[in-house]
Nanobody, 118 residues
Framework: VQLQASGGGLVQAGGSLTLSCAAS????????MAWYRQPSEKPRELVAS???????MYTDDVKGRFTISRDNTKNRMYLQMNSLKPEDTAVYLC?????????????WGQGTLVTVSS
């Protein structure tokens, strides 16, 4: 499995961006996916996750502003980010955990930088 994140950029506070994560491999639809972010010199944190059946979870900081979605026919996951704040500035990474024969494999995309100016 390979993950490729894209869509980051520079945006003013209050603006919007949509991130995309393209996944290779035929197992995409079977497993949960997630977006993490890592601000400069801070730990990586979970932003949102989406189960294979479409169920979603968000960290409190982004509830009501971000929407995670997936298109299993295109092997893609998205993160629609609205009402962006300077504190949303971070490298955003897509992630999945694949379980094969009871063995867990973690996969990370390379990250895309989101910068929100005040």
């Amino acid at each position: 499995v390979q993950l490729q994140a894209s869509g980051g950029g520079l945006v003013q506070a209050g603006g919007s961006l949509t991130l995309s994560c393209a996944a290779s491999g035929s197992t995409f639809s079977r497993f949960s996916m997630a977006w993490y972010r890592q601000p400069s010199e801070k730990p990586r944190e979970l932003v949102a996750s989406i189960h294979s059946d479409g169920g979603t979870m968000y960290t409190d900081d982004v509830k009501g502003r971000f929407t995670i979605s997936r298109d299993n026919t295109k092997n893609r996951m998205y993160l629609q980010m609205n009402s962006l704040k300077p504190e949303d500035t971070a490298v955003y990474l897509c992630y999945t955990r694949v379980v094969i024969n009871a063995v867990e494999y973690d996969y990370w995309g390379q990250g895309t930088l989101v910068t929100v100016s005040s």
